[in-house]
């Protein structure tokens, strides 16, 4: 402090911050050495007899042994859901259900220091991220589904909403207990029960969920969690469910919905975006710089509605790289647990993989890569953010999802060629549009094939606010009443063409 007193006031701002090391303590997280598939309200051994290891990414450390359930398991966990729907669960009152919805947002906040650490912990995000995006977005988003439960009559006048039965639902390992909240919560409030499937590299904060169920006394087998890789998965997809919903790449999502063609089984997908995230030359630079950041290098760019297209006007190109390289310099890769980590660790090594194999293929086709000097841990999963320049549209990085902290930079001149560039792409998730001017704004989002679009902000997350894609990002909606529609049957609706 004396020495920076001394310098007075001319003296040059420090062009780095120095930061101690602050992690977070990894106390508050009791975890078992070998879980068991939550069937029924208790935990039990997989028939299968199989286990697998799941791992902290930043170190490759072992954390727990976590059953592979097998189609055996999942038919029973299926029995387990189906019994819970017909003898009680879809004749509870709405207030009823609402009752444990609300419990278990009030647990999930009350409980949100554990379920951050052990997200930080299984899945290599910041627990910056985790403690103040994931944990308070999946309470909320139980709060929001908790309000419907009741409702439900009001939010589909007319068209009498019955719940389906069971859905099984299958997630990701980009935002474990955010999307196991977006899978459940809408589920039950409409009144369905349900089997869920974590992703094999991530299935702590699920297991740990099951605890927060038995807190909130939910009936058992009214939601099952059963553990494993893409085979249970697939296990899941062929039982005896009434409907699926799945996140994760556009690849098994095809693949499901070619097994589920001619049944009668619900499904909505959830998949990839190559998003476009879009800066006009009258936006305030320095605030779209920080959108641009947020907008590639959250959660290390493993996100699906990332934009990691940046489109920039012809007329900033220079002064916009040069901003968004310095402030490149000022990220702090490392330690998940650590407070000061803004880009943490590759959620597994097949993703790291898959991530180094597009960097490659960006520069052998010729586009020009920046890195910001930093050093990356010698053990566990990392890479480094990145920006690729000279990138033309046919490049694998302006096509291909890469699902890592990678940006690549295209130019455009008018707002048609924006538009034209912006969707040229398999995918339509989400866009971010950056300009002073709201007729702009409103211009391109009518012209723009992506079911989100940020204007002058990006990655803005609200229960209340449908969430999908077009063309390969998916069909169907998560988040608002929308959301409720996929978990619901309406008698008489045929009549009225719905
Ligand atoms: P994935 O689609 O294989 O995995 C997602 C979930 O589906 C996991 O729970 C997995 O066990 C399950 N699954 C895998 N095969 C299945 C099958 N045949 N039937 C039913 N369920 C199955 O995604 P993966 O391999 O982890 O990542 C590959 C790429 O997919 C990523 O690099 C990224 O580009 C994209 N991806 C997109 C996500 C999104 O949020 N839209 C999330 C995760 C991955
Ligand atoms: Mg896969």
Request: net charge negative; proline share 0%.
């Given at each position: 402090m004396a020495e920076l007193e001394q310098r007075g006031d001319r003296a040059p701002a420090p062009s780095a911050w120095e930061y101690e090391s602050a992690p977070e303590s990894r106390e508050i997280v009791k975890l078992e050495e070998r879980y068991g598939l939550f069937i029924g309200g208790e935990f039990v051994q997989p028939r299968s007899g199989e286990y697998y290891e799941t791992l902290d990414p930043s170190s490759e450390e072992t954390l727990a042994e976590i059953p592979q359930a097998a189609p055996e398991d999942v038919a029973i966990a299926v029995k387990a859901a189906r019994e819970a729907f017909t003898d009680g669960w879809s004749a509870a009152t709405p207030a009823e259900r609402a009752k444990y919805l609300f419990r278990i947002a009030r647990i999930l906040q009350e409980r949100s220091r554990e379920f951050a650490v052990l997200e930080s912990l299984n899945g290599g995000k910041p627990i910056r991220e985790s403690r103040d995006v994931d944990l308070p977005l999946a309470a909320a988003h139980f709060f929001y589904y908790a309000g419907w439960a009741d409702k439900l009559e009001y939010a589909f006048p007319h068209r009498q909403p019955k719940p389906l039965g069971v859905a099984g639902q299958i997630i990701p390992w980009n935002f474990p207990l955010l999307m196991l909240a977006w899978k459940i919560a809408p589920a039950l409030a409409a009144g369905n029960t349900v089997v869920l499937k974590p992703a094999e590299t991530t299935p702590l904060s699920a297991l740990l969920f099951c605890d927060v169920l038995r807190q909130a006394e939910l009936p058992p087998g009214v939601v099952n969690i059963v553990t494993g890789d893409g085979a249970t998965g697939a296990a899941l997809v062929k039982a005896e469910v009434d409907k699926i919903a799945f996140t994760g790449s556009t690849e098994v999502g095809k693949a499901i919905q070619r097994e589920l063609a001619g049944s009668c089984k619900k499904l909505t997908l959830e998949l990839g975006g190559k998003a476009a995230n879009i800066i006009f030359d009258d936006c305030a630079l320095d605030q779209a710089v920080e959108g641009i950041v947020n907008g590639i290098y959250f959660n290390q760019g493993h996100v699906c509605c990332a934009g990691s297209r940046l489109l920039v006007q012809e007329s900033i190109y220079e002064p916009l790289i040069e901003k968004l390289k310095r402030r490149l310099t000022t990220l702090r890769v490392g330690d998940p647990l650590d407070k000061n980590t803004d880009v943490g660790a590759i959620n597994s090594r097949q993703q790291l993989e898959k991530i180094e194999e597009l960097v490659a293929a960006g520069q052998e086709e010729g586009a020009e890569i920046y890195q910001p000097p930093c050093r990356l841990p010698e053990k566990g999963y990392w890479f480094a953010p990145t920006v690729f320049t000279n990138v033309a549209q046919s490049y694998r990085i302006a096509q291909e999802?890469?699902?890592?902290p990678v940006l690549s930079v295209l130019t455009f001149r008018t707002p048609d060629e924006a538009v034209e560039k912006a969707n040229n792409t398999p995918y339509g998730l989400s866009a971010g549009v950056w300009t002073e001017k709201g007729s702009r704004i409103l211009w391109m989002a009518q012209r723009l094939e992506a079911g989100v679009i940020w204007a002058n902000t990006y990655n803005r997350f609200d229960p209340a606010s449908p969430f999908g894609g077009y063309k390969e990002s998916g069909f169907g909606r998560e988040g608002g009443r929308h959301g409720l529609e996929p978990y619901l049957d309406f008698d008489g609706a045929e009549a009225f063409g719905g």
């Open positions: 999802e890469i699902f890592g």
